[in-house]
Structure formats: C-alpha cells, structure tokens
C-alpha cells in the first residue's frame, strides 16, 4: 500500500509517503503502545546517538521512565515499533544496538509477536487460539 498525503495541520503542507509500515506504526500508537526504543530498559539493548540528528527530530528519541513504559516482553529491535538504526540522520546511526548483528534488523513494516502479544496484555486479552493467533472477545 503506498499513498500520499498532504495535510497542512500535521506536516506544515510537506507531501510524505505513507506506507503500510507507517500506517501500522501510527495505528499501534492509537492503542497506547510507545517505542520500543523509548523502553527504559533500552540502554541495555541499544546506544542513543542524536549527533547527526536534526534538533527538530531529537524528541523522538526520549526514553521514558520505568512506571511510563512497563516492559511486558522482551527488548524486540524488529518490532514496528522500533525505529531502524539510521532514522533521521544525515549520515551514521542513531540507534546502535549493543549486539551489532542487530544493525540492520531494528524497526520493521510489520508487526511482530511480541507487538501484538504486547497488545493483548495490555488490554487483557491475553487469548491464543492455535488456529487464528491472538484475539480478543470483550
């Protein structure tokens, strides 16, 4: 799904391109979830660099506190969640993981287990039925 929109409320009249990956991102937002990379815990998993980051863009790179971001699931540098390892940069990397096989894995288009696990119990539905996944009946 590819598609463009212009709104000058949101992107002060900028055309972005919106992909499902983004859709998705923004959509999970919705339902309460932060970023991945804004868990507390993230400087175990991952490095912050904001030196070739536009100041603007600098916000989005904050860690929240411990009660702001319970940790659910496991640290996941591929949930859609997580933004990719060179977002916002001119050049380098913004967020480096600790375990460099990581690099190119972080952020994804799609959600993941852990995103939708993370969801479901969030929401107390914490269901699984073998044949269609998680689901949730209230």
């Not at 990379?37 to 030196?51: G, P, S």
């Not at 699931?73 to 859609?80: L, Q, R």
């Not at 375990?99 to 939708?116: A, N, W």
């Amino acid at each position: 799904m590819r598609a463009r929109l212009v709104d000058s409320v949101a992107t002060s009249g900028r055309e972005i391109k919106l992909q499902i990956g983004i859709a998705t991102h923004e959509f999970i937002h919705s339902l309460g979830s932060r970023h991945e990379h804004a868990r507390y815990d993230r400087d175990d998993h991952i490095t912050v660099d904001l030196t070739n980051v536009a100041w603007e863009m600098q916000d989005q790179f904050g860690k929240g506190g411990d009660l702001a971001t319970v940790n659910y699931t496991p640290y996941e540098y591929g949930s859609v969640m997580h933004y990719s390892a060179n977002t916002f940069t001119s050049k380098g990397y913004s967020l480096k993981p600790k375990i460099g096989r990581y690099l190119q894995t972080e952020g994804s288009r799609y959600t993941t287990f852990y995103d939708l696990k993370m969801l479901n119990i969030y929401y107390n539905c914490p269901a699984l039925d073998k044949a269609v996944g998680y689901f949730c009946t209230k």
